[in-house]
């Protein structure tokens, strides 16, 4: 029987993970508006994945026999700025993420639901991967600079991300 607390922090977590989605499909609407189509598709792929996650965690909950409650959505902004600004809010997004999954990890552990916390791991070490991949991006602008040459460069480069 999967433990109450941890439960309901799951099914929290869905809707953060659901959350995150919307947030980059706002953020590639953004994008393609300001004619950034490559960031507007590196976002796309990249709110697809949030989707895959509020998935992983769904099939968990019905596989631990558990119900999946859905939770209201907020809805996400509809201006991000330019792309510097607007990969540092991804950043700090995913950063907020990471202090989510940590502290749900960390629930886990207290309640010891070892298969929760075990399968959080994944999660944890997803983290890592997704905070990287975004800081490489804003230091990479923060180094070329802001230039409409380099922006246009990044745009070509972040388009060729390939959908999952
Ligand atoms: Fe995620
Ligand atoms: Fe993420």
């Given amino acids: 029987m999967l433990n109450k607390t941890v439960h309901e922090a799951l099914n929290a977590q869905i809707k953060h993970e659901i959350y995150s989605s919307y947030l980059y499909l ?12 490559g960031m507007a598709k590196w976002l796309k792929v990249q709110s697809s994945e949030e989707y ?3 998935m992983k965690l769904f099939h968990y909950v019905q596989e631990r026999g558990a119900a999946v409650v859905l939770q209201a959505i907020d809805q996400p902004p509809t201006a991000f ?55 490489d ?5 923060i180094r ?14 972040l388009g060729m991300r390939a959908s999952k």
Avoid at 102 to 121: G, I, R, V, W
Avoid at 144 to 157: A, F, I
């Fill in 26 to 37: 706002a953020m590639s609407a953004h994008c393609e508006s300001k004619n950034y189509s």
């Fill in 52 to 54: 895959g996650h509020a």
């Fill in 81 to 135: 700025g330019e792309p510097l600004e607007l990969f540092k809010k991804v950043l700090a997004h995913e950063q907020q993420v990471t202090t989510l999954v940590t502290a749900l990890y960390e629930l886990a552990a207290k309640e010891k639901d070892y298969p929760s916390q075990f399968m959080l791991q994944w999660f944890v070490t997803e983290q890592v991967e997704e905070e990287k991949n975004v800081s």
């Fill in 137 to 141: 991006i804003v230091d990479q602008i």
């Fill in 144 to 157: 070329v600079g802001d230039t409409p040459v380099s922006l246009m460069m990044l745009d070509r480069q």
